[in-house]
């Protein structure tokens, strides 16, 4: 069993989505992360070394998402997923939520998302 840091409500503005209006102007997005790693060495030794900073994974997610442009939110939150388990050997695996946010749709939905999963083999 793993254990998890999880990042909740990281709020980003990105090009993301198949519409021409989309294509042009940067939209709100959340992004939800789930990092799964054992806890057991920095548990014990109260060490920030030991474990993942999350700090520095919501910078670099902040990065690849604004540089980006997507026209999928599945490629989006698959990208992610899997650019943070190779950027840190220690995670066992990382689930990605990505909801647009009072989307351009014809009826007032509050959010549309996806959710993606990449583990180590």
Known sequence: MSD???IRGLRVHAIV???PE???RTQPLEIDLDLERSFEA???DDNLGATTNYADVVEYVVAA???GRFIL???L???VAQSVLDEDEGLRAVTVAVRKLHPPLAHDVATVGVRCRRERP
């Open 4 to 6: 998890v840091i999880e």
């Open 65 to 67: 998402v604004v540089a």
């Open 17 to 19: 989505g198949a519409l």
């Open 42 to 44: 920095a548990a014990s």
């Open 73 to 75: 939110l599945e490629t």
């Open 77 to 79: 939150a698959c990208r």
């Open 22 to 24: 989309e294509r042009t």
